[in-house]
């Protein structure tokens, strides 16, 4: 009871702390799918402040203080009066509870850690969770994944998996001593296997190395899965089952939890995703929805309820050499799956949708000059100008044209 007490107040800190950031997370989800370069993403941050979508009028201070889209008379712009999207206010109140939530879960007392290794652990998460959240947003909008909302998160996972060789949720390697058949095996020709048994020595005699081989492990497991599993539905079905953006978000979720978690996320995101697959199906008919999101979803649930997903998935990930085996043999499986829905489908008439391939066409560009604005005074009354300026634009014979002045 006393430990609720005293989490209360930090609650509220932490609260409003996230409400903050949460502002500045609309910045990044507004921003990066401006550029599709990295650089270009990052240098649109620092570009003036934020301006109405309209009319181009700079908001006033206090429409860029958070939570505003929830009050009808400051979410309006002065200019064009349009309406500032309540969005940005579920975005800010979302990420304030995130954190509040995270926490909750992580700031307890705990063996071997001090209430300042708690602490940050808790920022170290707070980066990915924030991430987390740019990436889900950008996904549900258009589909996307910029590189700007998984890379530098990426970056912090792994530099801190080395310099905080504490925050990681379990460590890289560790294999059941008393597999018999991994016994019988280690002996004579094969002896070289039995440094995989029981837990490496290394681990305990450079910390630091471990963290990061605990962050790089997780990389290139969860991107790989991804990876792998985009590469099949592309041979198989003829066409992208999977966006390399969610190959990014896993590689960034990875070297945040290690790959033991990263391959969870993998496995516990199709059945969040089922949630919302198959309403989508029967009543709107879209086939195609966000993976990211879900990746998202299930990276946060496994960081929250750790310590009750890894009981129960302990003795799979300490078959050690044997994985590799395992896992091997799933994408097999899921191949074989795959092959025997497209057989499926063609049985019952159901053709392959052939990949729409974004080109300019000649209706592309009729309509492009159709829209176009030639004359500066379409839709005023004629004013006197410089004629040096249509001059330097090839209008001037055009604009006496049309003033009456004839050629």
């Known amino acids: 009871m006393d430990h609720l007490i005293d989490l209360a107040p930090r ?30 993403q990052l240098k649109l941050l620092f570009r003036r402040p934020r ?24 979410a309006r712009c002065g200019g064009c009066r349009r309406r500032i999207p309540r969005r940005f206010a579920v975005v800010e109140l979302l990420t304030g509870g995130l954190l509040a939530v995270l926490y909750a879960f992580e700031v307890q ?8 290794q708690l602490h940050v652990r808790f920022l170290y998460h707070a980066v990915m969770f924030c991430a987390l959240i740019v990436a889900t947003f950008i996904d549900f909008d258009l589909k996307i994944i910029p590189d700007g909302s998984t890379l530098p998160a990426m970056a912090v996972g792994v530099l801190g998996g080395w310099l905080l060789p504490y925050v990681f949720l379990t460590e890289v390697w560790y294999q059941q001593p008393h597999l018999s058949f991994f016994e019988q095996l280690a002996q004579g020709e094969w002896s070289w296997l039995a440094v995989f048994q029981g837990r490496p020595e290394w681990i305990e005699r450079w910390p630091h190395l ?12 969860g991107g790989g899965i991804v990876w792998s599993v985009r590469i099949m539905g592309e041979r198989v079905l003829g066409r992208e089952a999977i966006g390399f953006g969610d190959v990014i978000l896993l590689a960034m979720i990875g070297s945040f939890v ?13 059945l969040f995703a089922l949630m919302t697959v198959v309403p989508s199906w029967i009543f709107l008919r879209n086939r195609e929805i966000p993976f990211g999101p879900y990746l998202s979803l299930a990276a946060v649930v496994v960081v929250l309820f750790w310590q009750e997903i890894w009981a129960e998935t302990d003795q799979i990930f300490s078959l050690g050499v044997f994985l590799p085996v395992v896992g091997l043999v799933m994408l097999c499986a899921l191949a074989s799956l795959l092959g025997m829905w497209l057989g499926i489908k063609r049985l019952f008439g159901f053709e ?3 990949e729409f391939i974004e080109e300019w066409t000649s209706g592309d560009q009729l309509s492009f000059l159709a829209n176009e604005v030639i004359d500066p005074d379409q839709g005023q009354w004629s004013r006197a100008s410089w004629l040096g300026g249509d001059t330097g634009r090839g209008r001037s014979h055009y604009r006496r044209w049309r003033g009456g002045g004839g050629w």
């Open 11 to 40: 609650l509220v800190l932490v609260f409003t702390a996230g409400v903050l950031i949460g502002r500045f997370l609309n910045l990044c989800i507004v921003r990066f799918p401006r550029d599709d370069s990295f650089v270009g």
């Open 51 to 74: 301006a109405c979508d309209g009319c181009g009028l700079p908001r006033s201070w206090w429409q860029c203080l958070p939570l505003t889209g929830l009050f009808s008379k400051t």
């Open 109 to 116: 007392p705990e063996v071997g850690l001090s209430d300042a």
């Open 210 to 221: 471990h963290g990061l081989a605990v962050s790089l492990a997780g990389l290139v497991v």
């Open 258 to 270: 290690g790959w033991q978690a990263a391959a969870i996320v993998f496995f516990l995101a199709p």
């Open 352 to 354: 392959a949708e052939e």
